[in-house]
């Protein structure tokens, strides 16, 4: 089950006139968020053909005038992220050709984020190729949810807005009221975050995990810097991917004393054997993450809770379209 947050910017808005220019289309990607974006808004998606040919080629058409509108497209480059973003890119296009005012990539889960810098010769920095892509494509703005790496919005040479799906967790937790928190970044690298995360829960102590990672995907864990005895661990990410870090981080605080792990997430990547690790019995009290990509059926599991943030995506895209502040809602 999906719960909705609730956050203060969660009320209805006000009713659009049949004039309003602003239009919101979905990809193909996470259909269902999309929808709920749109409730939020009080407005329709917007009609549109998807289809694939015989070869494999995509094909969009925007099924209504879009002409001097500002147009939103909702389109996660999740798995599988070729074929998101190839989408993504010709929904841009199409839109662009058809004289709309404004087109926003509006990208809950950006695709190729890790691929930030070079940590070898002869490697591509693909997240700044994504972003050429997306630029060149025809988007005037990019709004984008928890990047992997910040630095991705200097990648841009158009507005970029960055919002958090922390604000939605935090509420969830608070409904909780676990008691004794302790925040854990499960590596050195998310400590910002973590931090982050820790002062809004109430200024909670915050505890890191040091790691060597040996190659991709696979982690070493080493030890705790900070205190997890009886208490309650969150460990804090942006996202769980395969869950190797994750889960040898909830065994090291387990083995540390910790009396709960809990896990949290924005973005549910999933890639496989994440499902049997999340899912292993006594390992996590509750595994949290929203729906910023969409998690099938056949891959939750009991401990599993998914938190939208259909209501924050929804503000957001009203206060860009209203021209008014979007970090005053992270403050």
Same mark, same amino acid.
């Given at each position: 089950?999906?719960?909705?947050?609730?956050?203060?910017?969660?009320?209805?808005?006000?009713?659009?006139?049949?004039?309003?220019?602003?239009?919101?289309?979905?990809?193909?990607?996470?259909?269902?968020?999309?929808?709920?974006?749109?409730?939020?808004?009080?407005?329709?998606?917007?009609?549109?053909?998807?289809?694939?040919?015989?070869?494999?080629?995509?094909?969009?058409?925007?099924?209504?005038?879009?002409?001097?509108?500002?147009?939103?497209?909702?389109?996660?480059?999740?798995?599988?992220?070729?074929?998101?973003?190839?989408?993504?890119?010709?929904?841009?296009?199409?839109?662009?050709?058809?004289?709309?005012?404004?087109?926003?990539?509006?990208?809950?889960?950006?695709?190729?984020?890790?691929?930030?810098?070079?940590?070898?010769?002869?490697?591509?920095? %693909? !997240?700044? @190729? &994504?972003?050429?892509? #997306?630029?060149? +494509? *025809?988007?005037?703005?990019?709004? /984008?949810?928890? $990047?992997?790496?910040?630095?991705?919005?200097?990648?841009?040479?158009?507005?970029?807005?960055?919002?958090?799906?922390?604000?939605?967790?935090?509420?969830?937790?608070?409904?909780?009221?676990?008691?004794?928190?302790?925040?854990?970044?499960?590596?050195?690298?998310?400590?910002?975050?973590?931090?982050?995360?820790?002062?809004?829960?109430?200024?909670?102590?915050?505890?890191?995990?040091?790691?060597?990672?040996?190659?991709?995907?696979?982690?070493?864990?080493?030890?705790?810097?900070?205190?997890?005895?009886?208490? %309650? !661990?969150? @460990? &804090?990410?942006?996202? #769980?991917?395969? +869950? *190797?870090?994750?889960?040898?981080? /909830?065994?090291? $605080?387990?083995?540390?004393?910790?009396?709960?792990?809990?896990?949290?997430?924005?973005?549910?990547?999933?890639?496989?054997?994440?499902?049997?690790?999340?899912?292993?019995?006594?390992?996590?009290?509750?595994?949290?993450?929203?729906?910023?990509?969409?998690?099938?059926?056949?891959?939750?599991?009991?401990?599993?809770?998914?938190?939208?943030?259909?209501?924050?995506?929804?503000?957001?895209?009203?206060?860009?379209?209203?021209?008014?502040?979007?970090?005053?809602?992270?403050?």
């Amino acid at each position: 089950m999906i719960r909705s947050a609730t956050l203060p910017f969660a009320s209805a808005l006000p009713s659009l006139p049949d004039n309003h220019r602003l239009r919101l289309f979905s990809g193909s990607s996470n259909s269902a968020l999309s929808q709920e974006v749109s409730r939020y808004l009080g407005i329709d998606l917007g009609p549109m053909i998807r289809k694939r040919f015989a070869d494999g080629e995509l094909y969009v058409q925007i099924q209504e005038s879009i002409r001097g509108c500002d147009v939103y497209l909702m389109q996660p480059t999740c798995w599988p992220v070729n074929d998101h973003l190839m989408e993504l890119l010709i929904m841009i296009d199409a839109c662009r050709r058809a004289s709309a005012r404004q087109v926003t990539a509006v990208l809950p889960y950006y695709g190729y984020a890790r691929a930030d810098r070079k940590t070898a010769g002869r490697e591509s920095i %693909t !997240a700044k @190729l &994504v972003a050429n892509l #997306i630029t060149q +494509a *025809g988007a005037n703005r990019v709004l /984008a949810m928890d $990047l992997h790496s910040a630095q991705i919005q200097g990648y841009f040479d158009i507005p970029f807005d960055h919002v958090y799906g922390s604000p939605v967790l935090i509420d969830y937790l608070r409904s909780k009221n676990l008691a004794d928190l302790v925040v854990v970044s499960p590596d050195v690298g998310g400590v910002a975050r973590a931090r982050a995360f820790a002062k809004k829960l109430d200024d909670a102590p915050l505890a890191i995990i040091d790691k060597r990672r040996q190659a991709h995907n696979v982690a070493e864990v080493l030890n705790v810097i900070g205190d997890v005895q009886g208490k %309650t !661990a969150v @460990l &804090v990410d942006d996202m #769980i991917d395969t +869950a *190797g870090t994750i889960c040898e981080g /909830a065994r090291l $605080l387990r083995k540390q004393g910790a009396s709960q792990v809990y896990a949290c997430a924005t973005h549910a990547v999933f890639s496989p054997p994440a499902i049997e690790r999340l899912s292993a019995s006594g390992l996590f009290e509750e595994v949290i993450v929203t729906n910023t990509i969409p998690i099938p059926e056949e891959n939750r599991f009991p401990q599993l809770t998914i938190l939208s943030v259909a209501n924050l995506l929804g503000e957001t895209i009203w206060r860009i379209h209203e021209e008014s502040s979007v970090s005053s809602m992270f403050r």
